[in-house]
């Protein structure tokens, strides 16, 4: 096998030499491109947007984070595994993650508005970049590259609290509904959309990645990390969006920042905790077959 030191595009028998994980990084960065690109036009034009209040703040929090954060760390994680850092594919998997999961609110929650047809693009096609990548994906040869430490176990304690947290709360408000007809804070409507995105994009993954990494499985090791990455931008999306929605005066959103700024918080620690324990660079067997 190749090092994956030697993944410069181009490099005859590199790793991004070959066909499906070369035409998953041209996507992947293509994919960074329109991001970046919709939430500069969100940012400079908020009249795209044709929302109430409290959705429109929530679009400009998410376009903020999005063009300042999450952008630019898909290029840099694309850039770095051509110069062979393990850790920058397991960011650039985890920021596929955020894209699918995090346009799905606009694809299927924003009002129709002019950049309608950026959202599909941004939901689709990181789906297709994930599964030629993570198929010629050696799971095996990454598992062993983690060094053995206690840290995994407080890992698995975050991620286990954040799916069970998730499924209770989108749970419970949905049994006080449906028994006493109690509609939740953000209308029913909206509830639905944002409790059925995150108990099929989030939870199943915080769940079963926490199982896997518990019990040492090879996918466990890769699953954490795109998880918890993909969590912890979101968190991060919340807590700007719930300072830009207190700061424009609506109700409630200013109890929110402390939550989810100490949320961040606990998720960097945990993907820190992870991929502090993966070394800089590849092994000479490398993880792509």
Same mark, same amino acid.
């Not at 029913?188 to 944002?194: N, P």
């Given at each position: 096998?190749?090092?994956?030191?030697?993944?410069?595009?181009?490099?005859?028998?590199?790793?991004?030499?070959?066909?499906?994980?070369?035409?998953?990084?041209?996507?992947?960065?293509?994919?960074?491109?329109?991001?970046? %690109?919709?939430?500069?036009?969100?940012? +400079?034009? #908020?009249? !795209?947007?044709?929302?109430?209040?409290?959705?429109? &703040? $929530?679009?400009?929090?998410?376009?903020?984070?999005?063009?300042?954060?999450?952008?630019?760390?898909?290029?840099?994680?694309?850039?770095?595994?051509?110069?062979?850092?393990?850790?920058?594919?397991?960011?650039?998997?985890?920021?596929?993650?955020?894209?699918?999961?995090?346009?799905?609110?606009?694809?299927?929650?924003?009002?129709?508005?002019?950049?309608?047809?950026?959202?599909?693009?941004?939901?689709?096609?990181?789906?297709?970049?994930?599964?030629?990548?993570?198929?010629?994906?050696?799971?095996?040869?990454?598992?062993?590259?983690?060094?053995?430490?206690?840290?995994?176990?407080?890992?698995?304690?975050?991620?286990?609290?954040?799916?069970?947290?998730?499924?209770?709360?989108?749970?419970?408000?949905? %049994?006080?509904?449906?028994?006493?007809? +109690?509609? #939740?804070? !953000?209308?029913?409507?909206?509830?639905?959309?944002? &409790? $059925?995105?995150?108990?099929?994009?989030?939870?199943?993954?915080?769940?079963?990645?926490?199982?896997?990494?518990?019990?040492?499985?090879?996918?466990?090791?890769?699953?954490?990390?795109?998880?918890?990455?993909?969590?912890?931008?979101?968190?991060?999306?919340?807590?700007?969006?719930?300072?830009?929605?207190?700061?424009?005066?609506?109700?409630?959103?200013?109890?929110?920042?402390?939550?989810?700024?100490?949320?961040?918080?606990?998720?960097?620690?945990?993907?820190?905790?992870?991929?502090?324990?993966?070394?800089?660079?590849?092994?000479?067997?490398?993880?792509?077959?």
């Amino acid at each position: 096998m190749t090092d994956l030191a030697q993944t410069r595009i181009g490099h005859p028998g590199s790793r991004l030499e070959l066909p499906s994980v070369r035409l998953a990084w041209r996507l992947s960065m293509g994919t960074a491109i329109l991001m970046a %690109a919709q939430a500069a036009a969100g940012l +400079s034009v #908020p009249s !795209i947007y044709r929302d109430v209040d409290w959705i429109t &703040a $929530a679009w400009y929090g998410n376009d903020l984070v999005t063009l300042c954060i999450a952008a630019p760390l898909l290029v840099w994680s694309l850039l770095a595994v051509q110069r062979g850092s393990q850790r920058a594919v397991l960011v650039w998997y985890s920021m596929l993650g955020f894209s699918v999961y995090n346009y799905a609110y606009y694809l299927f929650g924003a009002s129709l508005n002019w950049l309608f047809p950026a959202y599909v693009v941004l939901f689709t096609v990181p789906v297709f970049a994930l599964i030629l990548a993570l198929g010629r994906l050696d799971a095996d040869r990454l598992a062993e590259e983690f060094s053995p430490t206690g840290t995994l176990r407080w890992v698995v304690g975050y991620m286990l609290l954040s799916g069970g947290g998730l499924t209770l709360a989108w749970l419970g408000q949905w %049994a006080l509904f449906m028994t006493t007809g +109690s509609e #939740p804070a !953000i209308g029913a409507e909206a509830f639905q959309l944002v &409790a $059925a995105i995150d108990l099929s994009l989030m939870v199943p993954w915080f769940l079963l990645g926490a199982v896997l990494l518990l019990r040492r499985k090879p996918w466990g090791y890769v699953i954490a990390p795109i998880i918890v990455m993909k969590g912890v931008t979101y968190t991060l999306v919340l807590t700007v969006t719930s300072t830009v929605a207190a700061q424009r005066g609506i109700d409630g959103s200013a109890g929110q920042i402390a939550v989810w700024a100490a949320w961040t918080v606990l998720g960097g620690l945990a993907i820190w905790g992870l991929l502090g324990n993966l070394p800089r660079r590849a092994s000479p067997t490398g993880t792509l077959t």
